[in-house]
T-cell receptor, first 111, second 112 residues
Framework: QQPVQSPQAVILREGEDAVINCSSSKALYSVHWYRQKHGEAPVFLMILLKGGEQKGHEKISASFNEKKQQSSLYLTASQLSYSGTYFCGTERGGGADGLTFGKGTHLIIQP | DAGVTQSPTHLIKTRGQQVTLRCSPISGHKSVSWYQQVLGQGPQFIFQYYEKEERGRGNFPDRFSARQFPNYSSELNVNALLLGDSALYLC???????????FGSGTRLTVV
């Protein structure tokens, strides 16, 4: 089942903060976060695993509430380069079923 | 280091034709996955291969098939193309999923 992302779109001024949420109705093994710019491939940002392990880029932070099956991506002191569409992708276990992606959150950073 | 490479980058086919898309993973990555991305939507999982064996399959018809070769490269085949198959097809590779997936730039398939 597709995870639900919120908000659908965000417009920020450079330097402002944003939070993007991802919610699933099913128990998850992991949550992935990717950023995709127009016409480009999705780029890996972060993975959060059941049990608390996280791996990702140093400047990106995220959380995973296993009880609620919710994840949040925190973008602080946003830069123009942060613009793009952010997708969360969820895995229910084992990795053999691939990632189920949300519909994405469009982020626009203005100078 | 070379990233995930996909070919061709763009393709135009006629309804009913067959198409083969190719993917070369990052060196050392043994897992390859295929995704379909329709404009304005998130990628949708088609297949995952690991060590040349199919490990997972998404909700796609049997017209879609794939395989992985001994060098870990992969091909996605789509038969009897429909207009609705028009999309960006993404290949992703990983050493193991817990380190995330690296996506290629995709093949833009247009069916007319």
């Amino acid at each position: 089942q597709q995870p639900v992302q919120s908000p659908q779109a965000v417009i920020l001024r450079e330097g402002e903060d944003a939070v993007i949420n991802c919610s699933s109705s099913k128990a998850l093994y992991s949550v992935h976060w990717y950023r995709q710019k127009h016409g480009e491939a999705p780029v890996f940002l972060m993975i959060l695993l059941k049990g608390g392990e996280q791996k990702g880029h140093e400047k990106i932070s995220a959380s995973f509430n296993e009880k609620k099956q919710q994840s949040s991506l925190y973008l602080t002191a946003s830069q123009l380069s942060y613009s793009g569409t952010y997708f969360c992708g969820t895995e229910r276990g084992g990795g053999a079923d691939g990632l189920t992606f949300g519909k994405g959150t469009h982020l626009i950073i203005q100078p | 280091d070379a990233g995930v490479t996909q070919s061709p980058t763009h393709l135009i086919k006629t309804r009913g034709q067959q198409v083969t898309l190719r993917c070369s993973p990052i060196s050392g990555h043994k897992s390859v996955s295929w995704y379909q991305q329709v404009l304005g939507q998130g990628p949708q999982f088609i297949f995952q291969y690991y060590e040349k064996e199919e490990r997972g399959r998404g909700n796609f018809p049997d017209r879609f098939s794939a395989r992985q070769f001994p060098n870990y490269s992969s091909e996605l085949n789509v038969n009897a193309l429909l207009l609705g198959d028009s999309a960006l097809y993404l290949c992703a590779s990983s050493w193991t999923g817990i380190y995330g997936y690296t996506f290629g730039s995709g093949t833009r398939l247009t069916v007319v």
